[in-house]
């Protein structure tokens, strides 16, 4: 199973994320994560990715697809993999489908989460006071005034993907405003229609 999780912050990306790789025992490439390890790190990277994190805005496509590029090599990414957070421009998904095409591989699916852009930051706030209650350190982007810098970013560049991946047959779109087991049964039944479909000489 190839995938690649769309949505806007606190779409439940994570949260299903997690639940795909459970039962699909595939691995989660989130380039967020990848990105503030390398910040934690103080490798060149992350000395570039810090402010520009902080901020809210988008780190450039190279350095992302870099990182990806070699990622995508490793052998545990044989049995599988979900993209979480890449590609997030449309450069970026260009980039990845030379890659997908340099290693003979296919998407099996886009799937995005969509919600109310309005519940988003009730559903930040809420993280943010849960994990703050739990004695969890914050992420420098979690925060009102960086999480509006951050859906400006992903309605400009990001929310085109979708167009692009209709395009291609490859998208599947869910309601993620439903509870979380919803979600999840109607990202899996979603994927199994696709399957079958693909299967049976259909796309898209
Ligand atoms: P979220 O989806 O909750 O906004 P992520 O953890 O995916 O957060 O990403 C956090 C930050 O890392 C982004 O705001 C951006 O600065 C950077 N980032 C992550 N992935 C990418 C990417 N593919 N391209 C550019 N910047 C990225």
């Given at each position: 199973?190839?995938?690649?999780?769309?949505?806007?912050?606190?779409?439940?990306?994570?949260?299903?994320g997690d639940r795909l790789i459970e039962r699909h025992g595939i691995t989660r490439l989130s380039t967020g994560d990848m990105l503030r390890a390398a910040v934690k790190a103080g490798t060149p990277v992350g000395l570039k990715a810090k402010d520009i994190m902080?901020?809210?805005?988008l780190v450039p496509d190279e350095m992302v697809i870099a990182i990806?590029?070699?990622r995508l090599k490793e052998s545990d990414m044989k049995p599988g993999f979900i993209l979480d957070g890449f590609p997030r421009t449309v450069a970026q998904a260009e980039a990845l489908d030379e890659l997908l095409a340099e290693t003979g591989i296919?998407?099996?699916a886009v799937v995005e989460l969509k919600v109310d852009?309005?519940?988003?930051?009730k559903r930040i706030e809420t993280r943010i006071a849960e994990m703050t209650a739990r004695g969890e350190?914050?992420?420098a982007d979690d925060n009102p005034e960086t999480l509006k810098k951050r859906l400006?970013?992903?309605?400009a560049q990001t929310a085109p993907l979708s167009a692009y991946y209709a395009k291609r047959g490859a998208l599947l779109e869910v309601d993620g405003m439903a509870p979380i087991p919803v979600v999840e049964t109607t990202i899996d039944e979603g994927l199994k229609a696709r399957k079958a479909a693909v299967s049976a000489g259909f796309r898209g």
């Open positions: 199973m190839r995938l690649v999780l769309l949505g806007p912050p606190g779409a439940g990306k994570g949260t299903q902080a901020r809210g805005d990806i590029r070699d296919k998407l099996d852009e309005g519940a988003l930051l350190p914050i992420r400006e970013a992903y309605r």
